[in-house]
């Protein structure tokens, strides 16, 4: 590493600087809650979130097969007519492609809403067994979006957030901190769309980042089960921690 540079780099693949942003700032909540000596203020300086190159902070996945063939390599292997198959093929090119690197980075993230796709997790998972790759290799699912996750860490502050809340759950029948999975990434007109009812009870960018930044990590796990967000914080606690700390070498995804 040159000086000043991060310790560890790790690759992002999103669809957007939303999803990447909540994806790495849980990562580093995490990394601070595991291991003893690092700090919250010190954390950036052990970690760079990049793309394929530190030019960008991710790798967008319809930038993937650009990439892949612009770096000239191939892709062995038939895809199954299962669902997900898309995003599996997609998610093993990326895999290769930051094989490839001169420098491959400690872990990658792969960041894809499921958006009402059956299957769309369990593909990244078949990408992730479908070699022995350098670094690990760790999956963020958020079911059905990205907006489920936030709402998980949502607790009102005041009356008008209070009152919003009420109307919500009177709304849909059921709270959408506690069953998010209920909601939908589908029908942007519908009650239950995930965006629609995120946006009624928060309209602005830094008190929505508060809820994943400030909400204790053991509510997020608790309300997080059927959105995935609880299986994406082991999977920071088992698979990027361990890179991080020094416990472990990186081993096959």
Not at 156 to 176: C, I, Y
Not at 194 to 218: F, M, P
Request: glycine letters at 8%; aromatic letters at 6%.
């Amino acid at each position: 590493m040159t000086p000043g540079s991060a310790a560890f780099v790790f690759a992002v693949v999103a669809e957007g600087k939303a999803d990447t942003q909540i994806a790495c700032d849980l990562a580093e909540r995490v990394v601070v809650e595991e291991v003893d000596w690092i700090e919250a203020e010190s954390v950036a300086q052990l970690i760079r979130w990049q793309g394929a190159d530190e030019s960008r902070q991710y790798l967008t996945w319809a930038g993937i097969a650009k990439r892949f063939q612009a770096a000239g390599l191939v892709s062995h292997g038939r895809f199954r007519s299962v669902p997900g198959a898309l995003d599996e093929r997609r998610a093993r090119k990326a895999l290769l492609l930051l094989t490839s690197l001169l420098e491959p980075p400690a872990g990658v993230l792969l960041v894809r809403d499921t958006d009402d796709e059956v299957g769309r997790a369990e593909s990244l998972e078949r990408a992730r067994q479908a070699g022995k790759w350098k670094f690990e290799v760790i999956l963020a699912t958020p079911h059905p979006k990205r907006e489920a996750w936030v709402l998980a860490g949502f607790d009102s502050q005041n009356v008008g957030e209070q009152t919003a809340l009420e109307q919500a759950r009177s709304t849909l029948g059921f709270d959408p901190r506690l069953r998010a999975e209920r909601l939908t990434a589908r029908g942007t007109r519908g009650k239950r769309n995930a965006k629609k009812v995120l946006a009624s009870l928060i309209r602005d960018a830094e008190r929505e980042q508060a809820c994943w930044r400030d909400t204790d990590l053991g509510v997020l796990r608790e309300r997080g089960e059927g959105s995935r967000l609880t299986a994406y914080l082991t999977e920071l606690a088992d698979r990027l921690v361990p890179v991080v700390a020094g416990r472990t070498s990186t081993s096959p995804g």
